[in-house]
């Protein structure tokens, strides 16, 4: 297929087969090992801790410390509970397990 000087073919111009997808990233994905998402990477611990650093309003901030004392919890059990409902929730939706 010809190409005018300065142009860029757009893909499948020309009756040119696009992949559906990336025969390499489909090899590499496969490969021995491999996990399917990043938490599932087999160096990751459960039982080491990362740290959080998050800016937040005010007021929300007033609300968090207020409900720590009402359940009797840290600001750090509270927000860690929040966030992991959270994200499951977000993941049952767009069906990950």
Do not use: C
């Not at 599932?40 to 990362?50: E, F, G, I, S, T």
């Not at 740290?51 to 720590?68: R, S, T, Y």
């Not at 993941?91 to 397990?97: D, K, L, V």
Request: hydrophobic content about 40%.
């Amino acid at each position: 297929m010809a190409v005018p000087k300065g142009k860029v073919p757009k893909p499948g111009a020309g009756g040119a087969q696009v992949p559906a997808h990336d025969p390499a990233a489909d090899f590499i994905a496969a490969a021995p090992g491999k996990s399917a998402y990043p938490w599932q990477a087999p160096y990751l611990r459960d039982d080491v801790r990362k740290q959080l650093n998050v800016d937040m309003p005010e007021k929300l901030l007033a609300k968090v410390e207020w409900l720590v004392k009402q359940l009797d919890t840290s600001k750090r059990l509270l927000v860690e509970r929040a966030l992991e409902e959270l994200v499951e929730r977000e993941f049952r939706e767009r069906g990950i397990e």
